[in-house]
């Protein structure tokens, strides 16, 4: 903005040492300012990204913030749940596993009522929902009874209890993590070690184990742990939840990409690492823990730079795990549904929020909302967040391009003491139409076939690299030199202004359009590129030949625009200068193709 004011402020006193009035200067120093003010930038950059959720929102992933969209190209690390996000979210009950001293009437039903005890009257939870289905199979029922006592989740000991009226008495009862339960529950050495092995085993074959205690006592204590002093540990519950479909197919498109891929769960360290084996995530089996997150310092860091797999997390240690993983130079996207997971959603580059199971907090917090609680949609998001960012820099590489033969048209013309080539009215044609539209080219190109072979780019990368500076200078100082030269050389040969206007008008416009083309079939060769036009894009580049035609040979608009149309001798003039000062572009790509042109896949 400060370089186009100097500018403007340089043209205008031009034109008044020519003598041409305050009118004319101040005419000419404002056809310099909406030349050189890239006002389409904004708007280009705001449209791409809200097609872009558009997109997105189709894919079932909602987008509440637009910066997400482009920031999503940028990720590196996803940290993941497990429960829901890898897997399908349904678990089924599979194993019952009483472990006792030998009590008369201990049983797996026993054992699955003593379960359906600790769970919630009304379950929302998936684990509690398959106990509730797997006890109505077994015609087990608790309508004679009523909740007296609802402890809620502990998320230290990892567990949650329930005491209930039963007769003359109280039942207590409950579930979690083994190394929870076995601390407030009775059991022998011979039950911990019978419950630790069988622990280990099931949760090595990849299912997510619960210990359950139930105990019964005459009357209610004033405290939690005075009801829970009666429980006597039961045996182990084993859940099997699938993997979702396309689940392994996305973790190999994120390795492949330079995205590390990092579960993040609750379950006991031996479930984790056995599904984190079957995902690829974990090749050197290395699984972290929460007491690593809590320790934090040296410890947390070196658990960041080798772990894949996080077990027994809690939801407030994924905060400090998104800190050192952006700490560590990392753009983090990271998963969760709790309410206790909102800060860490809020941390994260990209924080996802769960869309069916999740909190309003979570997804108040989140910058995307999985609708569908699906791995794989978190994958197609950064593909798209690549595509966006990909086409954007096209987009404004092209922008640039034709923004420059405005500002030295606008400022060279004058110079030379000739009359201008672009009045007013041609730019707010071109600027408030032209441009506009035609950027809108760029925004349905498909993702590259390579695109996700890349490493995600880097944060501080500027959204154009120097080469696309160079390449978009250059192209615009040809077409600038090429439509500068015509219109000067006309005037030289005393003709009319009007007609040497309109030729370097066309010529202009006619270099615009191939550009265009140049831009949108890149990497191809513009006649292998051409082909793979969308309905879009040759809707737009039609439109933008009948602007060219329409402003010349329909009276009302060439009279407002102060064109006239041209002659076979001067169409030739303009369509020679627009395409030989903008094809010349096609050259680099004919050598490093060695002289072969191949279409790109």
């Known amino acids: 903005l400060v370089l186009a004011l100097a500018f403007c402020l340089v043209v205008a006193l031009v034109e008044l040492a020519r003598g041409q009035g305050l009118a004319a200067a101040l005419i000419a120093g404002v056809s310099l300012a909406i030349a050189a003010v890239p006002e389409e930038f904004p708007m280009v950059y705001t449209l791409y990204l809200a097609l872009g959720a558009w997109r997105l929102a189709r894919s079932n992933a909602l987008v509440r913030r637009l ?17 829901g996000t890898l897997t399908v979210g349904r678990p089924a009950l599979t194993v019952l596993r009483p472990i006792t001293e030998g009590h008369a009437g201990e049983s797996e039903r026993d054992l699955l009522e003593a379960a359906l005890l600790a769970s919630e009257p009304n379950p929302f939870d998936p684990l509690d929902i398959a106990i509730a289905e797997a006890a109505k199979a077994a015609g087990i029922e608790l309508a004679s009874r009523s909740i007296s006592r ?5 998320p230290k000991g990892r567990y949650m209890s329930h005491v209930w009226r039963a007769g003359d008495g109280f039942d207590v ?32 074959e990849g299912m997510r184990v619960l210990a359950v205690a139930r105990g019964r006592f005459l009357q209610l204590g004033q405290e939690r742990h005075n009801d829970e002093k009666h429980l006597r540990f039961a045996g182990l519950i084993a859940f099997t939840d699938p993997l979702r479909p396309g689940v392994r197919e996305a973790i190999r498109e994120c390795r492949t990409a330079g995205i ?3 579960m993040v769960t609750g379950d006991h360290p031996a479930t984790a690492r056995a599904l984190a084996e079957v995902l690829e995530i974990a090749d050197d089996h290395t699984v972290a823990t929460g007491d690593d997150v809590e320790a934090g310092g040296e410890r947390l860091a070196k658990a960041v730079a080798v772990a894949n797999v996080f077990a027994r997390v809690r939801p407030e240690q994924k905060y400090t795990l998104v800190r050192e993983f952006k700490r560590q130079g990392s753009i983090v996207a990271m998963t969760g549904d709790g309410i206790n997971d909102a800060p860490a959603l809020r941390e994260a580059d990209i924080g996802v929020a769960m869309g069916k199971r999740g909190t309003e907090v979570a997804r108040e917090a989140a910058t995307l ?42 400022f060279i013309v004058p110079v030379f003491g000739a009359p201008l080539l672009l009045l007013p009215v041609h730019l707010v044609l071109l600027e408030l139409f032209v441009h506009p539209v035609v950027s809108l080219v760029f925004e349905d190109i498909p993702a590259p076939a390579g695109m996700m072979r890349e490493k995600p780019r880097s944060p501080t990368q500027f959204l154009l690299t120097r080469r696309d500076m160079i390449t978009a200078v250059v192209q615009g100082g040809m077409l600038s030199a090429g439509v500068i030269g015509l219109y000067l050389w006309r005037l030289s040969l005393n003709e009319p202004v009007p007609e040497a206007r309109a030729t370097a008008f066309v010529a202009m416009l006619l270099g615009q359009i191939v550009l265009l083309v140049i831009e949108r079939t890149r990497p191809e060769l513009i006649w292998q590129g051409f082909r793979r036009f969308g309905r879009v894009s040759t809707v737009v580049l039609i439109s933008a030949l009948a602007v060219v035609v329409l402003a010349l040979y329909v009276p009302p608009l060439a009279t407002v625009l102060k064109l006239v149309p041209l002659s076979g001798t001067e169409w030739l003039m303009a369509v020679t200068v627009g395409v030989l000062c903008t094809l010349w572009a096609e050259l680099p790509k004919l050598v490093r193709r060695g002289g072969r042109p191949t279409v790109a896949v």
Do not use: M
């Open 150 to 154: 609802d402890y809620g989740f502990d």
């Open 67 to 83: 910066s997400g969209v482009e920031g999503l190209g940028a990720a590196s690390v996803i940290c993941t749940d497990k429960t």
């Open 173 to 204: 009862a409950a579930k979690g993590a083994l190394e929870g339960i076995l601390v407030r529950s009775k059991a022998s050495p011979s039950v911990r070690a019978a419950a630790e092995s069988a622990n280990a085993t099931l949760a090595t």
């Open 260 to 262: 590390r891929v990092v």
């Open 369 to 410: 909302v999985l609708l569908d609680d699906n791995f794989t949609t978190i994958v197609s998001a950064i593909r798209e967040g690549r595509r966006i960012f990909n086409n954007l820099r096209k987009a404004f590489s092209y922008l640039i391009a034709f923004h420059l033969p405005l500002l030295l048209t606008a």
